[in-house]
């Protein structure tokens, strides 16, 4: 499985960003649970969001619910994450990950089974 995040860069605090992540790989399998983490300098990496393969079923940690929107077309292998109203604190390496079953718990605790290189969101104020 192959996981490639694009779309990071620098905006100021307010702006909008989004992020893509196209996954290949003859393992990788369309039914697959794709999602996002972030790590920012200093801090334990940190779980964003995910969708289902449908797009029927979305998960967002508190800090992003209301401004940031998980989305994947359906049976599609790119999933987009659009970043509104970015704050200083957004500041981070995003990932781009993906996993076969739903456990939200064991993704806050452990992550996901298959990740990508990050991409780099900085949030000036």
């Known amino acids: 499985v192959q996981l490639q995040a694009s779309g990071g860069g620098l905006v100021q605090a307010g702006d909008s960003l989004r992020l893509s992540c196209a996954a290949s790989g003859r393992t990788f399998d369309r039914r697959y649970i794709m999602g996002w983490f972030r790590q920012a300098p200093g801090k334990e990496r940190e779980f964003v969001a995910a969708?289902?393969?449908?797009?029927?079923?979305?998960y967002y940690v508190d800090p992003v619910k209301g401004r940031f929107t998980i989305s994947r077309p359906k049976w599609q292998t790119t999933v987009y994450l659009q970043m509104n109203s970015l704050k200083p604190e957004d500041t981070a390496v995003y990932y781009c990950?993906?996993?076969?079953?739903?456990?939200?718990?064991?993704?806050?605790?452990?992550?996901?089974?298959?990740w990508g290189k990050g991409t780099q969101v900085t949030v000036s104020s």
């Open positions: 990950a993906a996993d076969q079953r739903w456990n939200v718990s064991r993704w806050i605790d452990q992550g996901m089974n298959y």
């Open positions: 969708i289902s393969w449908s797009g029927g079923s979305t």
